[in-house]
């Protein structure tokens, strides 16, 4: 699937430029931050997928 490759290495690449960019503009101080907005997306999306990806047996 060549759209897999394509997406992910998007993702990669934008992941380096928007990390150079904080880097560069805020500093290494924005990195907490960043991080912590990213990782409470990351579990919204699991507890998402914890109700609606895996329902229970009936």
């Known amino acids: 699937m060549p759209i897999n490759t ?3 290495n998007l ?3 934008g992941g ?3 990390g150079g960019a904080l880097l560069e ?3 290494v101080q924005s990195f907490p931050a960043v991080l912590l907005i990213l990782l ?4 919204i999306i699991a507890w998402s997928a914890k109700r609606h990806g895996f329902p229970g047996k009936r």
Do not use: K, M, Q, R
């Open 6 to 8: 394509t997406v992910w």
């Open 16 to 18: 380096g430029i928007v």
């Open 40 to 43: 409470l997306i990351a579990w």
């Open 11 to 13: 993702a990669i690449a």
């Open 25 to 27: 503009l805020i500093g």
